[in-house]
């Protein structure tokens, strides 16, 4: 090896470790095509890195915030995926502390076996990866009573409005969702749109049809934070990365308090009303 090549590989590798975190698996990172297969990172996988860091930090830290600082803490991933996020979790915080379950729950069938195979083969004994919708399990049996964390990243349509039902139905201290398109409230829009043109001026916001999909976008979450309030939850709505790396990075973080927002129903009843939406009171905003 010439000595420019010798030093060049000697930089890559001091830029890797760099990155990295002291124990993180290798193998891990080169399986989630974080890492090329000869271990280095390219500006792409840089990137990704750095995004999922980035979204791994704002739930470690509130994994710490959980009694034992979340040592054995229950965290269910829905729409995993290739369950890269729940690996690395995983990877960079359970497997450290030998405790803990990180279940990922995604309905495509070859995902989830390829999940399982990669847990297996890296020894990830606490990792469970459940074959069914997020509206299935929250009933199902191979979950416990209580999940301390849910998370919900880009999980398509109603998914993320089925993973917040879930984090009700198990008392999550925290949920941490980064919503994808939602369809349902557009779909609905669009159905009382001449209603509401004759009704009010309001309506000219969601007339053209590019503009029912932005607005049942927006309305969707704004309807989800008052829900969530609404439910005993504190919420936090941030951005998850630049705008330049994905369209989809609104970032919902919710804290369970126990104290319910009296003023937070009263909201969301009112923006049904307004919206022409009032049946999903008895479908989606099953208020207390
Ligand atoms: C856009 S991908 C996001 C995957 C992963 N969370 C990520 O950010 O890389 C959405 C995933 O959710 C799954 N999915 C969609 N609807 C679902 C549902 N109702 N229940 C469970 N999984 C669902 C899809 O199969 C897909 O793998």
């Known amino acids: 090896m010439s000595s420019k090549t010798a030093a060049r590989a000697s930089k890559a590798e001091a830029d890797l470790q760099s990155e990295l975190r002291p124990g993180q698996s290798i193998e891990l990172l080169k399986e989630l095509h974080i890492l090329t297969r000869e271990g280095r990172l390219n500006q792409d996988s840089r990137r990704k890195l750095k995004q999922v860091y980035h979204l791994f930090r704002f739930i470690e830290k509130l994994l710490c915030e959980l009694p034992g600082e979340g040592a054995q803490a229950t965290l269910a991933d829905h729409g995993a995926g290739k369950s890269y996020l729940g690996f690395i979790i995983y990877d960079l915080f359970f497997n450290q502390r030998g405790g803990g379950h990180v279940y990922g729950i995604e309905t495509r069938a070859e995902l989830v076996d390829r999940s399982r195979a990669l847990a297996a083969r890296l020894g990830f004994e606490r990792m469970s990866f459940l074959n069914l919708t997020v509206a299935e399990s929250a009933s199902a049996t191979e979950l416990p009573a209580r999940i301390d964390i849910v998370t919900a990243l880009h999980a398509c349509d109603t998914a993320t409005d089925d993973a917040i039902a879930f984090g009700l139905a198990k008392e999550a201290s925290f949920m941490v969702l980064v919503p994808c398109c939602q369809a349902e409230i557009a779909a609905c829009l669009r159905q009382t749109k001449a209603l509401a043109l004759s009704r009010t001026p309001l309506a000219e916001l969601w007339r053209h049809p590019l503009h029912t999909r932005e607005i049942g976008s927006q309305l969707t979450n704004v309807l989800r934070c008052l829900y969530l309030e609404a439910n005993g ?42 919206f022409g939406l009032e049946s999903l009171l008895a479908t989606r905003f099953r208020l207390p």
Not at 235 to 261: C, D, F, P, Y
Request: net charge positive; glycine share 4%.
């Open 233 to 274: 939850y504190q919420v936090t709505v941030t951005e998850l990365v630049g705008w330049e790396h994905s369209m989809k990075n609104e970032l919902i973080i919710a804290r369970h308090t126990g104290q319910r927002k009296a003023s937070a129903a009263t909201r969301l009843r009112e923006l049904l009303a307004q």
